[in-house]
């Protein structure tokens, strides 16, 4: 198959100063939580974008000096000295491997700093520290304090290019860098010639790039610019103002401009990276095309672009020339690819859950629902395209359960070649609980999961897919399988039984009808009587909030009930939060945080304060709905082992369990992973144990062939 001809635009080259992006693909910059410390994550998980087909893929914000050590706010990604130039190669070397230009973002933070590592106060505009770095501590930049920190661009930068990157990009991105916070009033009261006009706010990052330039040839020059960062009030980046401004100011300084909006706090910060429930499409699309009229160098915009067709008419529009992509190269590395083979309904598009983030955000390496193979292309090997054949794929295998994990491992299973892959499921589609959490308001997106891998399963001859099929386990048992797969998911408890009394609530069961669990109100359809209802929420993530959401724009007076400090902490970490709660407010959902439900008994909901447990409130209710945790529906695949156990000389020759009916998951991309990883490892000598993965750390006296070993083995990559 070839592309359409209608998306031949996308792969026009674009020349940015002395080189040239052989398509309009560019992988923005962001976080992975690799950082520098895990290099070799890093440098295999943009590979593996390269492979796909982006022109560009970028690193990091990635700090210039000890001074701007953000460690514990993210994974430290550093450039500080020469030895930092043999990982960044190995990143460089990845991505030219596959044709792809490299980009380093030099970063040098000002107040946003915490000097955890480096134990340094950081040089700053001003002396005063702010709500996203406030861990830190800064010195006032004087002018020869100034003239240091640009040395330290400088030097960085004539790293960066013997590392091999064709593109430094001296960032300005979500206000979160000195440049920009010189650009800003909020920061900017200086009253020296770095203060005051836009000129003289501009000066500091216009000398800088000058100094670059002069100090470094042949390699391209960008800034990634916040050209707003939606600050209420005075004292922000507005695009009208300091947007256009320094665009024209610094025009003639850079090869392109990397534009996206939202600030430099968690508020600011996730509009930059916006979740779907909250953000559609292009959702940068009212700031973007502001700086066209601007500058006719080439631009990148982000937006969470999924679609071929939107990709298109932003550039067609006029709107940017480039696409940039952070968490849609992260869903799928090879959208370009598989745009140019014409493959469009094999694209894995992302689901804007943000788990990505929130794992960066909780400071380790980046997960992802849809891709199961993101974060693992070093640490396992994977390739989320390759999979290769399995060596005992004459097997037939039969999965029980078409949830994430069971959809995943059918279709890894399918790919690798087995003989016969039977997913069976007792209802009548698939999708398991992703089918009705798709259902929760603005969820819709989540679907994505489900569609993208029924439409794989459908190109795939030697899986067969059987709905409405409700097998016991003998029948699975006697299926006439050689590999028994279980996936029979969880369920929500209907007792209230939790994790902080360890106890249910006395009374409360599902049989009564005025006592409800998610799946009951959201998959059976369960009338919730009355108009008070109380949700308790235990887990923490999503499911509280958004069945709070949910039962109130269906007309009831809702109360949320949670153990912590504020609802759904989980939701902190993605940045749905920053929107979730204020809508939860505006709705009129009452919120009672760190409280503990101890009694629901005629119509009435007794609580204490989990902090203070003297503090007892008691309020009337008409329903109670549980999102206190889920449990494994594990009894089905030890009644299927059992019968495999008492049966030596049997036909099936081994059964597993996957996903949640082994353990609860809350997040969606480990069960999915759970399901990937049997299935990737189904040829190995115990697939129901995983295969040791490579861990990125120093050992004393090994070497990298100690790590090569591991990489080369031949089972389950
Ligand atoms: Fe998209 Fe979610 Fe994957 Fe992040 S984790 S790339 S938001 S699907």
């Not at 390759?386 to 069971?406: D, T, Y």
């Not at 939790?498 to 069961?509: C, D, M, S």
């Amino acid at each position: 198959m070839s592309r359409p001809a209608q998306y031949d635009v996308l792969f026009e080259p674009v020349r940015i100063g002395p080189r040239t992006m052989k398509n309009r693909f560019y992988q923005a910059p962001h976080c992975t939580g690799f950082g520098d410390v895990f290099p070799g994550g890093n440098a295999h998980h943009r590979a593996m974008k390269a492979e796909g087909g982006w022109a560009v893929v970028n690193t990091e914000a990635t700090t210039i000096a000890p001074e701007f050590d953000w460690a514990g706010q993210m994974t430290p990604s550093r450039i500080w000295d020469d030895d930092d130039i043999r990982n960044w190669s190995l990143l460089v070397e990845k991505a030219h491997e596959h044709g792809a230009l490299a980009g380093i973002q030099l970063h040098a933070g000002g107040a946003f700093l915490t000097g955890f590592d480096s134990r340094m106060p950081g040089r700053h505009l001003t002396d005063r520290l702010e709500e996203a770095g406030w861990l830190g501590s800064v010195i006032k930049m004087d002018k020869r304090d100034i003239r240091e920190v640009q040395r330290q661009y400088v030097a960085a930068a004539r790293r960066a290019k013997r590392a091999g990157f064709d593109i430094l990009n001296i960032w300005g991105g979500e206000s979160a860098s000195l440049p920009v916070q010189f650009l800003m009033r909020l920061h900017n009261d200086r009253t020296d010639e770095y203060g005051g006009s836009l000129e003289n706010r501009a000066r500091f990052w216009l000398e800088t790039l000058e100094q670059v330039h002069e100090a470094v040839d042949d390699v391209v020059i960008a800034a990634r610019f916040c050209i707003d960062s939606l600050h209420e009030g005075d004292g922000g980046i507005r695009v009208d103002e300091e947007g256009v401004g320094f665009v024209e100011l610094a025009d003639h300084l850079v090869d392109f401009w990397d534009v996206q909006v939202g600030g430099e706090n968690a508020e600011l910060w996730i509009k930059d990276a916006g979740p779907s429930r909250f953000y559609p499409e292009n959702f940068q699309q009212a700031w973007v095309s502001k700086i066209r009229p601007h500058t006719a160098k080439p631009i990148v915009g982000v937006g969470r672009f999924t679609s071929p067709d939107t990709m298109v008419e932003v550039v067609r529009s006029g709107q940017q020339d480039i696409i940039g992509a952070a968490r849609p190269s992260i869903a799928d590395p090879f959208i370009p690819r598989k745009i140019e083979e014409g493959r469009l309904d094999d694209i894995r598009e992302c689901i804007g859950c943000n788990v990505c983030v929130s794992r960066v955000n909780a400071r380790w390496h980046l997960i992802c629902t849809q891709n199961s193979a993101a974060g693992e292309e070093y640490r396992r090997g994977w390739n989320p395209e390759v999979i290769p054949p399995a060596r005992n794929k004459a097997k037939n295998v039969l999965i029980v359960g078409a949830g994430p994990a069971g959809l995943e491992c059918a279709v890894t299973l399918g790919k690798r070649g087995m003989a016969g892959v039977h997913l069976v499921d007792a209802s009548d589609d698939l999708g398991g609980h992703v089918r009705w959490i798709a259902g929760l308001p603005g969820m819709g997106a989540w679907g994505r999961v489900i569609d993208w891998r029924k439409a794989q399963l459908g190109k795939l001859p030697n899986v067969q897919v059987i709905t409405n099929t409700r097998l016991s386990p003998r029948d699975a048992y006697e299926y006439g399988a050689d590999i028994v797969i279980v996936a029979v998911g969880a369920q929500w408890v209907d007792t209230g039984i939790n994790g902080i009394t360890h106890q249910p609530i006395a009374g409360v069961t599902g049989s009564r009808p005025d006592v409800l669990t998610p799946e009951q109100v959201l998959r059976d359809g369960k009338p919730v009587p009355g108009r008070r209802v109380t949700v308790y929420d235990t887990e923490g993530y999503f499911m509280g909030s958004s069945l709070a959401e949910k039962l109130r724009r269906d007309g009831h007076e809702v109360t949320l009930v949670t153990n912590f400090g504020h609802s759904s902490p989980y939701m902190d970490f993605t940045g749905e939060n920053v929107h979730m709660r204020p809508m939860l407010e505006r709705l009129g959902v009452t919120v009672r945080s760190e409280h503990i439900i101890s009694a629901f008994e005629g119509g009435v909901v007794r609580a204490h304060d989990h902090i203070a447990e003297q503090r007892e409130l008691e309020w009337e209710s008409d329903a109670l709905v549980l999102a206190t945790q889920r449990v494994p529906l594990d009894s089905y695949f030890k009644q299927v082992r059992e019968l495999h156990e008492a049966d030596p000389g049997a036909e099936v020759q081994a059964v597993y369990q996957i996903g949640d009916c082994v353990a609860p998951r809350m997040l969606l991309a480990d069960a999915v992973f759970d399901g990937a990883r049997l299935a990737r490892e189904i040829d190995a000598q115990d697939p129901a144990t995983p295969l040791p993965y490579i861990r990125e750390r120093r050992l004393i006296g090994s070497t990298d062939e100690t790590y090569a070993a591991v990489l080369n083995r031949p089972e389950g990559r």
